[in-house]
Antibody, heavy 119, light 111 residues
Framework: EVQLVQSGAEVKKPGESLRISCKGS????????IAWVRQMPGKGLEWMGIMYPGDSDTRYSPSFQGQVTISADKSISTAYLQWSSLRASDTAVYYC????????????WGQGTLVTVSS | QSVLTQPPSVSGAPGQRVTISCTGSSSNIGAGYDVHWYQQLPGTAPKLLIYANTIRPSGVPDRFSGSKSGTSASLAITGLQAEVEADYYCQSYDSSLGGSVFGGGTKLTVL
């Protein structure tokens, strides 16, 4: 079974750094793009960016460029999303999702990681 | 403001049919890029419902169907039941932004 399992909920203070993870299993992790999607409280889905673990090719949404860093360690089939200095406005659920071959739909999705940034 | 426009809400009585529209532009849907649809039940991660405009993944009931024409796409749901109450999102690729884009989401209520 193809599965993405994300790290647990985080509570952080403004200005702190954070890295959350997304571990893939049941498929060849290096050969599928992994995307990150933000969902702020009560709001819709926002595409943040995407990475190809095989060669670390990474693309960012203009809205998130410079705000976060997407990376991956293909040796342990894990993708990461990190912040160097969190803000209260980063409070959201973050999902990772695998992009399909040929048809660029996202399936499956991780279960989501809730990040709460509060002083 | 989302690049893809969806109605904020739709509703229907049990057994009825509803449609959810997704309107884009010449840099996304109108450029020929595929549209995909997701269902998000309360408190859960999104789930792929329709990909490549019209294709249902294995396990998705045939009460769900998709279509695309010009700069718009639609998701149709027939035989409404309480279990389909959820938020629905369309997604495509936008060449101006150089990445994927989502619609703002539509909340389906079964009356």
């Amino acid at each position: 079974e193809v599965q993405l399992v994300q790290s647990g909920a985080e509570v952080k203070k403004p200005g702190e750094s954070l890295r959350i993870s997304c571990k893939g299993s049941g498929y060849s992790f290096s050969t599928y793009w992994i995307a990150w999607v933000r969902q702020m409280p009560g709001k819709g889905l926002e595409w943040m960016g995407i990475m190809y673990p095989g060669d670390s090719d990474t693309r960012y949404s203009p809205s998130f460029q410079g705000q976060v860093t997407i990376s991956a360690d293909k040796s342990i089939s894990t993708a990461y999303l990190q912040w160097s200095s969190l803000r209260a406005s980063d409070t959201a659920v973050y999902y990772c999702a695998r992009r399909g071959d040929g048809y660029h739909a996202f399936d499956p999705w991780g279960q989501g990681t809730l990040v709460t940034v509060s002083s | 403001q989302s690049v893809l426009t969806q109605p904020p809400s739709v509703s229907g009585a049990p057994g009825q049919r509803v449609t959810i529209s997704c309107t884009g532009s010449s840099s996304n849907i109108g450029a020929g890029y595929d549209v995909h649809w997701y269902q998000q039940l309360p408190g859960t991660a999104p789930k792929l419902l329709i990909y490549a405009n019209t294709i249902r993944p294995s396990g998705v009931p045939d009460r769900f169907s998709g279509s695309k024409s010009g700069t718009s796409a639609s998701l149709a749901i027939t035989g409404l039941q309480a279990e389909v109450e959820a938020d629905y999102y369309c997604q495509s690729y936008d060449s101006s932004l150089g990445g994927s884009v989502f619609g703002g989401g539509t909340k389906l209520t079964v009356l």
